[in-house]
């Protein structure tokens, strides 16, 4: 398995409106076809030193492999999300995990 693990930072002027948008995005982007498992969330209330909630979303993805995920990387539906909702972007940080065997 191969996890794709997304936060996204949303340009401060955005209103309700494009959090709303920017949210039925993610669950678009999430129906690709590659993709297993998907999870798509806000920072949780937990609060310690060592969490960072500064995020406006997560994303949350896991593929059969890398191939899937390479796969998913070159669809339409990540195109075109990134051709929609990176202008509402301020940051975004990728972590992939390569699941051990």
């Known amino acids: ?20 948008d920017f949210r039925a995005g993610l669950d678009q982007l999430a129906a690709e076809k590659h993709i297993r498992h998907r999870t798509v969330g806000m920072p949780a209330s937990t609060r ?37 909702f990176l202008p509402m972007i301020s940051r975004v940080q990728v972590y992939d995990v390569a699941e051990a065997a």
Request: charged share 25%; glycine share 6%; hydrophobic share 40%.
């Open 48 to 84: 310690r030193d060592v969490v960072d909630s500064t995020y406006a979303y997560a994303l949350v993805l896991r593929f059969d492999d890398l191939a899937g995920h390479n796969a998913y990387q070159t669809s339409d539906e990540h195109r075109v999300f990134l051709d929609r």
């Open 1 to 20: 398995m191969h996890t794709h693990t997304v936060f996204f930072w949303l340009k401060d002027d955005l209103d309700g409106t494009g959090h709303a």
